[in-house]
């Protein structure tokens, strides 16, 4: 049998098409591209708890010396060594709060008791009695600032030096990664020790240090992003409309980078806490009576086995404040980062 061909008019083509267009009607209200990253690190939950736990941490560190009512180099040797006491948790027997010691004979004592000390301190005190407490709290306070301002001064120099490098290229790239290379490849100790020599050791030697090496990984990234916007069209058109370089890379190509840059801040936080703190550790960073957290951790490991609180107050924040940034870090690149959409 031959084929029928069948046809139809447009009349009869006609309902399909207006179902399609109402079945296809946008139903959603569109949002601007932070609003849709709020949402999605909604959904990460490790990233919501830790920016409720550093939130809760900012607080402490400048509410906690005010509940102590002690001063940072506050000392009374008749209140030397004593452990953690808390009201309300000195029953509570599984918790080191409690306020005694177990002795090298194997009896406990309340160290308050012993020493007629009717005031608590909740984090105990050291071997000069001063409180534990206002010393980690301002310890937080120094390290987060040390932090803070280093994370700034990567931002400010990598942004402006990787943009300048990757929008130019040519011969001024080549001479500006040369320098890039060479900073990079002096350690950041002997940068810090070249720092004590002409400063004090302190806050100035370590943020300087912290300024002349940790900028080149951000550089090196914006330049990469920059590199690859700035052949596309929306830079292209803006050049042609006579758009001078200065406007086109602030105006066109950072905030297109905005993403990235908050993400490279994030991780650049808690390397630089880490940073502090080892410099603390071995003796290079701050000096008494100003603590950080790694001067806090330095001085409680040479009494770790005799009065383990020294050490394990400051050493819980330090993990917690590295933790709870790196969380954050990695909640901000998911919902950022265009790459990692589901």
């Not at 109402?22 to 990460?44: G, H, L, T, V, Y």
């Not at 030096?161 to 100790?189: C, F, H, T, W």
């Not at 406007?247 to 801040?265: E, G, M, Q």
């Amino acid at each position: 049998m031959a084929n029928k061909i069948v046809r139809m008019s447009k009349s009869q083509f006609a309902p399909a098409i207006v179902d399609a267009t109402i079945s296809e009607a946008i139903n959603k209200p569109s949002i601007s591209f932070w609003q849709d990253s709020w949402m999605r690190i909604r959904k990460n939950k490790a990233a919501l708890v830790s920016m409720v736990l550093i939130a809760l941490v900012f607080i402490f560190a400048w509410v906690g010396p005010l509940i102590s009512g002690h001063g940072l180099d506050e000392q009374d040797l008749k209140r030397t060594n004593l452990p953690a006491k808390i009201p309300g948790l000195e029953n509570v027997s599984w918790l080191p709060f409690d306020g005694t010691r177990t002795m090298a004979n194997g009896n406990v004592v309340d160290v308050y008791e012993q020493k007629n000390i009717e005031e608590h301190y909740w984090f105990g005190t050291d071997g000069l009695g001063r409180d534990v407490l206002t010393r980690v709290a301002k310890g937080i306070q120094i390290s987060l600032y040390i932090a803070f301002l280093a994370a700034l001064l990567d931002m400010l120099i990598g942004v402006a030096y990787g943009a300048i490098s990757g929008y130019y290229g040519g011969k001024l790239d080549n001479v500006m990664q040369r320098i890039v290379e060479v900073v990079s490849g002096v350690p950041n100790l002997v940068v810090v020790i070249l720092m004590i020599l002409v400063f004090e050791p302190g806050i100035m030697s370590i943020t300087i240090a912290l300024a002349i090496t940790s900028w080149t990984s951000m550089s090196r990234v914006v330049r990469a992003q920059v590199m690859k916007l700035k052949e596309q069209e929306f830079v292209l058109a803006s050049r042609t409309l006579g758009s001078s370089n200065f406007k086109i890379i602030l105006k066109h190509l950072l905030p297109n980078l905005a993403s990235v840059i908050i993400i490279n801040t994030m991780f650049t936080i808690p390397s630089a806490i880490f940073f502090e703190a080892f410099l603390s550790f071995i003796g290079l960073g701050l000096q008494s009576p100003l603590a950080s957290l790694g001067t806090l951790i330095n001085d409680g490991f040479k009494t770790l086995r005799l009065y383990p609180h020294l050490m394990l107050f400051p050493a819980f924040f330090i993990s917690l404040i590295m933790v709870c940034f790196n969380m954050i870090a990695d909640g901000l690149r998911d919902a950022l980062d265009p790459k990692m959409r589901d």
